[in-house]
């Protein structure tokens, strides 16, 4: 899945893992765990990660290879935030092609920047169970605490003014490279992110019922 941050990869890739089973690997979460962690490469990653830049491509793509695992099965995988740079790109498909798999689908969402940066600026998430709101449009019943499970809602530490600006340009950096690395493949198709959330979800799943994926 590729667009701007913000512009609902995450949500909308927890819908498809519902309806169609797919496994679902996010670069963020995989990068998130990573910098938990008290050694040399957890406090690297959240050098990058906390300035939100992005983490070196060589430490990206041996973790992310390493979550996908050698056997992708089933209906297959969506990679969230996944290659964001060309030689992330290049590396993906060289892993791939070495098993005799491919990429068959590069979803971009797009959606204004005034949009995103809002959604991002307004977007909050559980302590516990990392349960997502929205302060503008998916606002918790009691401000600041979960509705499911009660605990204290937080703000990523990149969610903030200046790391929202940094992580935008660097999208803006980065992103045609990419979407012309899977034009010219042949896998490019794009969505109107710029909509209702069940309204964008109807839209990918109509496109892969297309394609012949089975709900
Ligand atoms: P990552 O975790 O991938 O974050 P991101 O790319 O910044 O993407 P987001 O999670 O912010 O956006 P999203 O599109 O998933 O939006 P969401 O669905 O949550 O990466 C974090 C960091 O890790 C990077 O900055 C970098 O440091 C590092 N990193 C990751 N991958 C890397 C890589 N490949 N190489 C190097 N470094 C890497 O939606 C956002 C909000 O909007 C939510 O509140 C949601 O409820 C709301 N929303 C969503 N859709 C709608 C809608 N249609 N209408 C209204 N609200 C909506």
Request: aromatic residues 6%; negative net charge.
């Amino acid at each position: 899945m590729l667009g701007p941050q913000g512009s609902g990869k995450g949500t909308q890739a927890a819908k498809l893992v519902d309806r169609f089973g797919f496994r679902y690997v996010a670069s963020g979460d995989v990068l998130r765990a990573a910098r938990q962690s008290d050694t040399e490469l957890g406090r690297e990653v959240r050098r990058y990660y906390d300035a939100g830049e992005l983490v070196p491509d060589d430490l990206t793509i041996r973790l992310i290879l390493q979550e996908m695992g050698e056997d992708v099965g089933g209906p297959g995988v969506i990679l969230d935030g996944f290659p964001r740079t060309l030689p992330q790109a290049v590396a993906l498909d060289r892993a791939l092609e070495a098993r005799g798999e491919r990429v068959d689908l590069a979803l971009e969402l797009t959606a204004p920047l005034d949009v995103v940066k809002k959604r991002l600026e307004g977007r909050l998430y559980c302590r516990a169970a990392n349960h997502d709101y929205n302060t503008y449009f998916r606002p918790p019943r009691r401000p600041g605490v979960c509705d499911v499970d009660g605990s204290e809602l937080y703000r990523r530490p990149d969610d903030y003014p200046e790391a929202i600006e940094r992580r935008l340009a660097i999208w803006r950096e980065q992103n045609g490279q990419l979407v012309e690395h899977y034009e010219r493949a042949g896998v490019l198709r794009r969505v109107d992110a710029d909509r209702p959330v069940e309204e964008v979800a109807r839209s990918i799943s109509a496109l892969l019922e297309r394609m012949g994926v089975a709900a």
